[in-house]
């Protein structure tokens, strides 16, 4: 479905999308920090936020703009969280607004905001300025990767996808570009995903179809079981594309939910895979649960145990860390009933470890990446939840962190 040729393009492979990311000196590491993504035919909006009641400044100043349904721009630093700032951080998210929608030709309303990088600490408002200033003048349609450079942290790497389908004879295209790679959880994280498309669709429609793919997509991973404080996903839609716009549910829309659930998904697994100091990605399969959210509960119960995350990095095959998880989830379960997999092969099962080939597993545990099944035998409901393991870097990263 994805075009690796087209990845690259990310958010400016759709038609009217134009972006930049300059360095402007927030991060001391001198490294991009300033990213701008604009489409000057004005774009229905949708968003999705942090669950964290402790939101960052630039969360209230875009749930905002998506309120209103429309927007122009996306302007969104790192090096920078404008997190737990008080009065000054809302005073700076909205500063951004004005120094973006001047330098543009919009409205402060027109301009979503986006910030990641260390809690507490104010906006350097000069650097911030100038930033958003000269990712303006640099705005290119090849602009997507200087973007996408400017929005990580952690990132071993940037995180970008394009792809397209046709709607009624008409091409329609999706880009997008993500950042993620610590104090990652479900319900969002430090994690910000701009989605742009040149699709013609009511907002209301959009909105629906993002808030539903995002439950089963970026609210399925977890890194360290941290909820953030500024994750966002947002979904610029231009309507450039000609298409007839989608006003009701019917098969275009089914297709355009496909298509950003294929996108969502992707950009979650390269997060989840990108965690802190990972050297392994876990896919945890649950089924067999009387409802998708036991499922979700166990699978994240067990990716969010650090002996389980810890026991992987070592390609230790302890089942016995696994099935404890399971245990604790808080959903009913029978041991007797239950059945746990590593790489597709028994481990555990009706109550007892499971005879398995040491060779076999030693294999399985020694890959990058490894499947956990685990089967309730209790229902016909389930779940996929991704995560990474626990390294000795991943304690090195966030105990220097600040520093």
């Avoid at 492979?13 to 300059?22: L, R, S, W």
């Avoid at 298509?259 to 399969?285: N, V």
């Avoid at 067999?288 to 994240?300: H, Q, W």
Wanted: a negative charge; aromatic letters at 6%; one cysteine or more.
């Amino acid at each position: 479905m994805f075009s690796e040729e087209n990845a690259k393009k990310g958010v400016t492979y759709p038609k009217g999308f134009q972006a930049a990311g300059v360095k402007a000196g927030i991060k001391k590491s001198g490294n991009p920090d300033v990213a701008v993504i604009y489409t000057a035919k004005e774009a229905v909006v949708a968003g999705t936020f942090t669950q964290n009641q402790v939101a960052a400044a630039p969360v209230y100043a875009s749930k905002k703009v998506v309120a209103t349904g429309t927007a122009h721009a996306v302007v969104s630093n790192s090096g920078c969280a404008n997190a737990c700032t008080g009065a000054q951080g809302d005073a700076d998210a909205a500063k951004t607004q004005e120094v973006a929608a001047a330098a543009l030709g919009c409205e402060p309303l027109d301009v979503i905001v986006g910030s990641t990088g260390v809690i507490g600490v104010t906006l350097p408002m000069e650097k911030v300025e100038k930033g958003v200033k000269q990712a303006v003048s640099e705005l290119a349609a090849d602009g997507s990767e200087k973007a996408a450079n400017a929005i990580i942290t952690t990132d071993t790497h940037t995180k970008a996808c394009a792809t397209s389908i046709t709607l009624g004879g008409k091409e329609v295209r999706f880009g997008a570009i993500a950042k993620g790679s610590g104090m990652i959880r479900p319900n969002m994280a430090t994690m910000l995903c701009y989605v742009t498309t040149d699709l013609a669709i009511d907002q209301k429609l959009l909105q629906e179809a993002l808030s539903g793919v995002v439950e089963t997509t970026f609210n399925m991973i977890s890194i360290d079981g941290d909820m953030s404080t500024n994750d966002m996903v947002i979904v610029l839609a231009n309507g450039e594309a000609g298409n007839e716009k989608i006003t009701a549910k019917g098969a275009d829309y089914d297709k355009v939910v496909e298509t950003l659930h294929a996108i969502c998904q992707g950009m979650a697994e390269r997060i989840a895979a990108d965690g802190e100091g990972a050297t392994k990605f876990l896919t945890i399969h649950v089924k067999g649960t009387k409802s998708f959210a036991d499922a979700k509960k166990v699978g994240m119960a067990v990716a969010n145990s650090p002996l389980v995350k810890t026991a992987f990095f070592g390609e230790d095959p302890n089942w016995g860390r696994v099935i404890c998880a399971v245990g604790y989830a808080g959903v009913p379960m029978d041991p007797e009933k239950t059945v746990v997999s590593f790489g597709g092969i028994p481990v555990y099962a009706h109550g007892v470890g499971a005879q398995t080939d040491t060779e076999k597993i030693a294999k399985v545990m020694a890959e990058h990446d490894i499947t956990i099944d685990i089967d309730l035998a209790d229902g016909d409901s389930e779940a996929t939840v991704w995560t990474c393991d626990f390294s000795y870097e991943y304690v090195k990263i966030n105990g220097e962190y600040h520093t």
